[in-house]
């Protein structure tokens, strides 16, 4: 009877200790909008930078009841790439996409990718992402990305491109 209560006690421990978990963790959703110029290469990569993304992340971790020192993980559970212009287009004319994250002081690092884009995409692509913890880059100030493609079409005018990203943060428990 005693170690029967002893299990039930630790089960309900650690329900509890998972439901006040989940009180730290929550998401960060970050939104840009990139051009593809007409006139890029066939079969050659070519960048675009994004102007710096602010990330807020203070205010956000406010609002989650924590602070940076108390963040013990930010990863990125999904980049989105979505069409939005012209109309009579869609992703196909894409090859291959990778997007890396730069933030100040820190090293630029790859966090989403798609090889062999097939000609059926459509507006809406999901791209793999990575498993690095990203803390010390959403953590900063700001950020921005750099987005590397190859087109295998020709494009005859400019196509404007969202890009969607949602980071999943863990912080601490009651900063223990």
């Given at each position: 009877?005693l170690r029967?209560l002893?299990i039930?006690?630790?089960?309900?421990l650690?329900?509890a200790?998972k439901q006040?978990?989940?009180?730290?963790?929550?998401?960060m959703n970050?939104?840009?909008s990139i051009?593809v110029?007409?006139a890029?290469?066939?079969?050659?990569?070519f960048?675009?930078?994004?102007p710096?993304?602010?990330?807020?992340?203070?205010?956000?971790?406010?609002?989650?009841?924590t602070?940076?020192?108390?963040?013990?993980s930010?990863?990125l559970r999904q980049?989105?790439?979505?069409?939005?212009?012209?109309?009579?287009?869609?992703?196909?004319f894409?090859?291959s996409?990778e997007?890396y994250l730069n933030?100040e002081?820190?090293?630029?690092l790859?966090i989403?990718?798609k090889e062999?884009?097939?000609?059926?995409v459509g507006?809406?692509?999901?791209?793999e992402?990575?498993?690095?913890?990203l803390?010390a880059?959403?953590?900063k100030?700001?950020?921005?990305?750099r987005?590397?493609?190859?087109?295998?079409?020709?494009i005859?005018s400019?196509?404007?491109?969202?890009?969607k990203?949602v980071?999943?943060?863990?912080a601490?428990?009651l900063?223990i």
């Amino acid at each position: 009877m005693l170690r029967s209560l002893f299990i039930l006690s630790v089960i309900v421990l650690f329900s509890a200790c998972k439901q006040i978990d989940k009180l730290t963790q929550f998401e960060m959703n970050f939104e840009q909008s990139i051009v593809v110029p007409s006139a890029v290469s066939l079969n050659l990569p070519f960048d675009i930078i994004t102007p710096d993304i602010t990330s807020n992340s203070t205010a956000t971790y406010e609002l989650n009841n924590t602070n940076k020192d108390l963040i013990e993980s930010v990863m990125l559970r999904q980049l989105n790439l979505e069409l939005t212009g012209p109309n009579s287009s869609d992703l196909s004319f894409l090859n291959s996409v990778e997007i890396y994250l730069n933030a100040e002081g820190l090293s630029e690092l790859r966090i989403a990718w798609k090889e062999n884009i097939s000609d059926d995409v459509g507006n809406f692509l999901a791209l793999e992402t990575t498993e690095n913890d990203l803390q010390a880059y959403i953590s900063k100030d700001k950020f921005d990305l750099r987005v590397q493609s190859v087109t295998d079409k020709l494009i005859t005018s400019d196509h404007s491109i969202d890009i969607k990203s949602v980071f999943f943060v863990d912080a601490k428990i009651l900063g223990i």
